[in-house]
């Protein structure tokens, strides 16, 4: 088993989970994820852990999919990975690093569950624009 610890640790609730438990919310056809995101992981490790939530398939087969459904990444992100707790634990924000973990080989990761969508998005623009990791708080919208 391999596992891919984040170098930022300040927080209770990061803890290990597997990649294969982790469905992608969002697909991006250009390939970032290889040119942009892949260089940065590895060479300076994955800074903070992937942020996940919780949701119902009836949800993703309703709301999510009437938000999402017509978009070409569509058929790259469904069907999604539904535990053994019958939930879908959805990365919103983070989909390039799961991809690279992926192509790099890992089974796990470390993880943070979130509430739901907004906390997510709040946490995970915080570790962005805040940076706590090397303490650069940015303007960056």
Same mark, same amino acid.
């Given at each position: 088993?391999?596992?891919?610890?984040? &170098?930022?640790?300040?927080?209770?609730?990061?803890?290990?989970?597997? &990649? %294969?438990? &982790?469905?992608?919310?969002?697909?991006?056809?250009?390939?970032?994820?290889?040119?942009?995101?892949?260089?940065?992981?590895?060479?300076?490790?994955?800074?903070?852990?992937?942020?996940?939530?919780?949701?119902?398939?009836?949800?993703? #087969? %309703?709301?999510?999919?009437?938000?999402?459904? %017509?978009?070409?990444?569509?058929?790259?992100?469904?069907?999604?990975?539904?535990?053994?707790?019958?939930?879908?634990?959805?990365?919103?924000?983070?989909?390039?690093?799961?991809?690279?973990?992926?192509?790099?080989?890992? #089974?796990?990761?470390?993880?943070?569950?979130?509430?739901?969508?907004?906390?997510?998005?709040?946490?995970?623009?915080?570790?962005?624009?805040?940076?706590?990791?090397?303490? #650069?708080? %940015?303007?960056?919208?």
């Amino acid at each position: 088993m391999r596992h891919c610890d984040s &170098l930022w640790q300040d927080h209770s609730g990061i803890h290990r989970v597997q &990649l %294969t438990k &982790l469905s992608p919310m969002g697909w991006h056809a250009d390939n970032r994820w290889y040119w942009r995101d892949l260089p940065r992981v590895m060479d300076d490790g994955l800074w903070y852990p992937i942020l996940y939530y919780k949701c119902t398939l009836a949800w993703w #087969n %309703t709301s999510y999919y009437k938000r999402k459904g %017509t978009h070409p990444m569509w058929k790259h992100i469904n069907p999604p990975i539904v535990n053994e707790d019958n939930m879908i634990w959805g990365v919103y924000m983070g989909t390039n690093r799961l991809q690279c973990l992926k192509f790099m080989g890992y #089974n796990s990761v470390d993880c943070i569950e979130c509430k739901g969508q907004a906390e997510l998005i709040e946490l995970g623009l915080h570790l962005r624009d805040k940076d706590p990791l090397h303490g #650069n708080a %940015t303007d960056a919208v």
